[in-house]
């Protein structure tokens, strides 16, 4: 009797035929390579961007295969140093030995902008590690509570926010000390504002899915809720800027570098190199170009460094954000 | 089909149930007033059987289903789950209390998409309480979550996709799979089908009876379709901004309702013939604001029987006679009409 209104009997929905055997990791691994494939089409199809792509590929390989293209001197502890050829101050240009001269001090510019290439993915990665960590941290908190715990996390923020950065950061290594961890957690201590802030903003929109309120139902305890159903949910544009920022990072160390606060005396820094060339921009009298390799070389070795990233970082913005297309 | 589930005994039974959701303004986020979202609900549910809840939108449906779970936290009541033949009420529970008494109710959600974690493989969507509760573990989990997709009609290989790979009605089906995997008593149905086509609505709302006897489960089921809840329910109650004014067997609130509100909903069945014309009772005026509802009966306003004490005395929820609960200061002598008044031709 009841039944009249609902139909009982229909059709079964048609379900799609399952996958068969196929392990989870043959999977995923199939599904990361189609989406990572998808995003390198689309980053050649523009000119910038390929060329970001391509200058960023050569310096990774460069900094992959130091040790081959330019290997340490014999008896050389730390391949971080740069070998010195000599004591004189004056910088020699290049020759067979010293392939792009020598800087200050007789440090061989070829070597440092080799090396160097490592420093500066190594600090351009661990910060943005930890920047990233902390922001995430701060900003996923202080979105899923909100209330006090977000009116104070959020005060925190602007606080480190009202002061310019890179003086902050200038400030923080002198009180700490030469050396590029401390320029490290400089960079560290004054750089996860805005990613906090960004995912603060996202939390604040996935914690409204009902699949939040589906885990308190079940118990999940608000640890659990905001790691695996709210933040991942909600990283995926703070991973997307954080990558596009290495660039910045490594040139604000190379900047740090360069005021004599950042890497120690010898160690192979772009940055350093620069500081080892500024009293030789202008040379003799008779030719003011004399010494042009000592801050020629190092000086195109960061501007292409940050200019691949801003190439790349465009077309990222593009790829992961179809509605910012155009802007900036 | 007849419906006759209900052992008798009382499974859950809710007592002036308040829910305010405070209203802030001004820089110092004063409290101004109050939405009265939930007034004074008060209804109890027997083991076993389908309470359907109606009413319109913004009636509070939703939020009472929530408090029940205490997804939101009451404001005053009461809501006494009898567990192994103690009653507890949840309503005072502290967090870590209640915990274990999640295992007894769960809910089905209204929109099957945003109730899926889009990040989470369908086997981790339903193996979340297990894990949480840490009950199973390991090939066991496994095994339970795979006996689970079976049991909602979903092929178990399954596992290992995405929420998006699925249509509407098949992520409704993992979202039941879900509720049931702590084996709870009670199941909050918060609309389950009203975002679904009707021919999978159909195939949802069975599989939702059929898992009632084989679990033995226990319904709510809140739902703004009146003939699906005819379909579903043993009983009904009807919400009207923030309290119930109507609860009885099914088939008495579609033959003999008791409150005009009831009657007025009725009119408004559809009938499937288009040469059909009848008698359909336009209700005055729109939904009061919860923030300020009417004095006396909420319902007075609109009522077309409404005289003098309405808006001076709050009616109470009562039994008049077999289990029909009304809220009306005339439930007893008002002759009301039965949804045969309306849809059929005379």
């Known amino acids: ?328 | 089909m007849e419906n006759t589930n209900g052992s008798g005994r009382i499974l859950l039974e809710v007592k002036d149930l308040k829910k305010y959701f405070p209203v802030k303004r001004g820089i110092f986020r004063r409290t101004v007033a109050h939405v009265k979202a939930v007034d004074g609900v008060s209804f109890f549910i027997r083991e076993g059987e389908t309470l359907g809840l109606v009413g319109e939108s913004g009636c509070g449906k939703t939020t009472t289903g929530r408090v029940i779970l205490k997804l939101i936290e009451p404001t005053s009541g009461q809501v006494i789950l009898s567990r192994d033949s103690q009653m507890v009420d949840l309503a005072r529970l502290r967090p870590r209390q209640l915990k274990p008494l999640r295992r007894e109710m769960q809910i089905i959600f209204q929109d099957p998409y945003s109730s899926l974690n889009p990040r989470m493989t369908i086997g981790d969507i339903i193996a979340e309480p297990l894990v949480v509760h840490s009950v199973a573990r390991g090939k066991e989990r496994e095994a339970r979550v795979k006996e689970l997709l079976e049991a909602v009609g979903l092929n178990p290989n399954y596992m290992k996709r995405y929420p998006h790979e699925f249509s509407g009605g098949q992520r409704q089906r993992i979202g039941i799979a879900r509720a049931l995997a702590l084996d709870p008593k009670l199941i909050i149905c918060d609309e389950p089908v009203s975002a679904l086509d009707v021919s999978i609505q159909a195939q949802v709302i069975n599989l939702l009876q059929d898992l009632q006897k084989e679990f033995g489960l226990t319904y709510l089921f809140i739902a703004h379709d009146l003939s699906v809840v005819r379909h579903i329910s043993d009983r009904i109650a009807v919400m009207y901004l923030g309290r119930i004014v109507e609860m009885a067997e099914t088939e008495k609130i579609f033959t003999v309702p008791k409150h005009p509100y009831t009657e007025a909903l009725l009119s408004a069945v559809p009938v499937p013939d288009p040469e059909f014309h009848r008698e359909r009772i336009i209700l005055k005026g729109d939904v009061p604001s919860p923030v300020n509802p009417p004095s006396g009966c909420h319902f007075h306003p609109r009522c077309p029987y409404a005289q003098a004490i309405c808006s001076q005395k709050v009616p109470v929820l009562e039994d008049i006679g077999g289990g029909h609960y009304a809220s009306c200061h005339f439930a007893r002598e008002l002759k009301l009409a039965g949804v045969a008044d309306f849809t059929e031709k005379h």
């Not at chain 1, 130091?66 to 020699?92: C, K, V």
């Not at chain 1, 308190?216 to 954080?242: D, Q, S, W, Y």
């Not at chain 1, 000086?299 to 155009?326: E, H, K, Q």
Request: hydrophobic share 50%; no cysteine; aromatic share 14%.
């Open chain 1, 1 to 328: 009797m009841k039944a009249q209104q609902v139909k009982t009997e229909t059709a079964l929905e048609p379900l799609a035929p399952p996958t068969k055997n196929q392990s989870f990791w043959a999977d995923n691994l199939r599904q990361l390579w189609a989406n990572t494939w998808s995003v390198l089409k689309q980053l050649f199809k523009n000119p910038l961007s390929a060329s970001g792509f391509i200058i960023l590929l050569g310096f990774t390989l460069v900094a992959l295969l130091a040790p081959w293209l330019a290997p340490p001197p014999e008896r050389h502890f730390n391949p971080y140093m740069i070998p010195q050829d000599g004591y004189s101050s004056t910088p020699h240009p290049p020759s067979v030995q010293h392939p792009l001269g020598t800087t200050q001090n007789q440090y061989d510019i070829f070597y440092g902008l080799i090396w160097g290439t490592r420093t500066a993915f190594i600090i351009g990665i661990i910060v943005i590690f930890f920047t990233l960590l902390v922001g995430i941290v701060i900003g996923a908190v202080s979105g899923y509570f909100g209330g006090w715990i977000d009116e104070i996390l959020m005060r925190i923020t602007e606080i480190f926010l009202a002061f310019p950065s890179l003086v902050a950061t200038m400030v923080l290594v002198t009180i700490l000390g030469r050396g590029l961890d401390k320029v490290m957690i400089a960079f560290i201590v004054f750089g996860w504002m805005a990613y906090a802030r960004l995912i603060r903003g996202n939390v604040l929109q996935a914690k409204e899915n009902t699949y939040v309120e589906a885990a308190r139902a079940a118990g999940a305890n608000a640890a659990r809720i905001l790691f695996r159903h709210v933040v991942p949910n909600a990283i995926f544009p703070v991973l997307v800027v954080a990558s596009l920022d290495i660039g910045t990072v490594v040139l604000g160390a190379a900047a740090l570098s360069f005021l004599g606060i950042g890497a120690p005396e010898g160690y192979a820094d772009w940055g350093q190199m620069i500081n080892y060339a500024h009293n030789w921009i202008l040379g003799t009298n008779d030719d003011k170009l004399a010494y042009w390799y000592t801050i020629f070389f190092p000086g195109l070795t960061i501007s292409l460094f940050v200019l691949g990233w801003n190439f790349i970082g465009d077309a990222f913005r593009d790829i992961f954000d179809p509605r910012l297309r155009g802007t900036r």
